[in-house]
């Protein structure tokens, strides 16, 4: 079973990496694709701003 959860949270972790660089142009950031796309699960959590771009990039909105 942890086996499982640790496969999942690598399934969620990779998922939210490439949906976040295929959106990257329609966030307000600039440079550092790769960096902002490796660490999102952090700051996802700890920054407004970057949520709300996050969220712009997977919605495309």
Do not use: C, H
């Amino acid at each position: 079973m942890p086996q499982l959860i640790g496969i999942l949270l690598l399934i969620a972790y990779i998922f939210g990496a490439i949906k976040f660089l295929l959106g990257f142009r329609r966030t307000d950031f600039e440079g550092n694709q790769i960096g902002l796309a490796l660490l999102w699960p952090v700051l996802f959590v700890m920054n407004g701003n970057y949520r709300k771009n996050f969220f712009k990039a997977l919605k495309g909105s």
